[in-house]
Every structure is written in C-alpha cells, then in structure tokens.
C-alpha cells in the first residue's frame, strides 16, 4: 500500500525500532514511517542500515540512520543521546534486536553464549527502557513494545536459552507497564509466531510444509503480520490496552 492510503497516525512522532535494518524490524519501521513518523533506523552495521534509510527516503518517508550494537553500553547510549540532540523526545520504541547463539541441547549451551544471548535480548531491553524513559516522557501518548515470541510460552529444545529470555520479557513486561503507566507511557508486548525471516530460517527452510502442518492457520506469518499489529498497539487506538502481551501467531494455543 501506499504511503498516501496509509493513515497517518504517527504524525510528528519519533520512533526507534532497534534492528530494522531487515525482517520484522524493518517491516515495523517502514509501517511506523508511511504512517507519518520519523524513524530511526538500528542494526549493528551502517552498511545494513544505510539501504533501508535510503530506500525509505526515496519515496519520501522520513528515516535517519543509526547504527549501533545494542549490546554495547557505549554505542547504545550514543543512540539514545543522538535522539535527544536531533528531537528532544521519543514516542515509540521497540528494542527489537535479539540473537540466537546456540542451536541445540540446551545443556550445551557455553556460558559466554548464554551470557550473550541474556545481554542481547533481555538485558539491553532493560537498559533501553531504562536510557530512553526521560525522553519518552516527553513523547506524545508514548508506548514501548517489547518483542517476544511464541517460544516464551513453550520453551524450544533447540532454542533454549533464547526461548528463555524470551519468557523473562514477559514478566518484564508486567513490571514496566504498572510502574511506566505512572508517566503516561503504555507498555505492551507481543509475541510473533514462526515469522519468515533469516532469523527463523533454520525453523522452516527446507521444511515449510512439514512447518505449516503444524499451524492452524496453516501459512507462516508474514512480517506485514507483525507491522499489522504493531502500528496499532503502539497509537491511541490502543489506549486502553497496557501491560498485555499480544500473540500474532496463527493461532498458537500454548500460553503461560
Ligand atoms: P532478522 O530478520 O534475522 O533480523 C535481525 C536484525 O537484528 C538485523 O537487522 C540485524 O542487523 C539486527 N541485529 C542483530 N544483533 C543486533 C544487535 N546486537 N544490535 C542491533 N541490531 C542487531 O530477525 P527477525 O526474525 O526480524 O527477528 C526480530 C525480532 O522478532 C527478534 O526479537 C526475534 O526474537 C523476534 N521473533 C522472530 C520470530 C521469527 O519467526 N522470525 C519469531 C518470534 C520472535 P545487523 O546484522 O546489521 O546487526
């Protein structure tokens, strides 16, 4: 759709949605942008980033770029400091950006790859939140959505310790909601399904039939699913909704 049928709900407002340089980030970017924001660009390589600014600028959205691994304390920062510099405020954010370092046994998993994995995903969440919380006050009708997954409700044997940072930011999610709602920001989460991106690849490349089989809805989700929900919890439209994690995965049944 274009950028013109698009309703613009996200007029004047700045939104940073970290790793969207491809997949459901940038999806999520690109939906935030048509719909009127400016978006800030993240992944950890400017030759990743740069592509998607250009691309969007081109047909006359609004992105700037930044480059930064969210796991790096100094770079993260830089980010957030850069934001207020540029717009003195933020509206939405998404700490997007998650790894998985270990496909296997559980109990194989090196304790610098769970160390990793915990610092990525759940860590740099905290701190994001933690950096971005003045400026977000500042936002208008501010929301944060964090990014979970189906597996945060089945754990995965091959998935382990990523499915389990995954868990922990839906109690993440509780805490922040009760305590930010105090300053008008709204925090939700939502859990993607099997998703078709890089990132879930090994779970359905070369197997997509056998993968579908297993869904109700049976197709893989679309990373438009996701921008789908996403561009609707974080506006006004979703005002009343605080603290929930949303599932956008065909019909998964399994739930804490
Ligand atoms: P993806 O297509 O593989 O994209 C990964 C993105 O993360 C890239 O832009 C990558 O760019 C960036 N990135 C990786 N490490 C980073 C870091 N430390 N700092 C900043 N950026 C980083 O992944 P995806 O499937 O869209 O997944 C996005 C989110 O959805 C993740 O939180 C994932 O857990 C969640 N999710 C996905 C699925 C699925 O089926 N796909 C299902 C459930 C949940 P660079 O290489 O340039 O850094």
Known sequence: MEKTQRLQRYK??????TASSTGIGKAVATRFAEEGATVIINSRKKENVDPVVKELTD?????????????NDKERQAMVAFIKEKYGKLDVLIPNAAINLHFGRTLDTSPSQFDKTISVNLKSVFLLVQEC?????????????LIASYLAYQGE?????????????????????RE????????NCLAPGLIKTTFSKDLWDGREREAVDNLKLRRLGTVDD???????????????????????????????
């Open 133 to 145: 919380h003045e400026l977000l006050t500042k936002g208008t009708k501010p929301a944060v959505l």
């Open 157 to 177: 044997n091959f998935l382990g310790i990523y499915a389990m940072t995954k868990t922990a930011l839906l109690g993440l999610n509780k805490v922040l909601a």
């Open 226 to 256: 996701i921008a789908n929900a996403t561009s609707f919890l974080c506006c006004e439209d979703a005002d009343y909704i605080v603290g929930e994690t949303i599932m956008v995965g065909g019909m998964i049944t399994q739930r804490l």
């Open 180 to 187: 930010l709602q105090e300053d008008g920001i709204r925090v």
């Open 12 to 17: 004047d407002r700045v939104c940073l949605v």
């Open 59 to 71: 047909r006359g959205l609004k992105a700037v770029a930044y480059p930064a691994n969210v796991s």
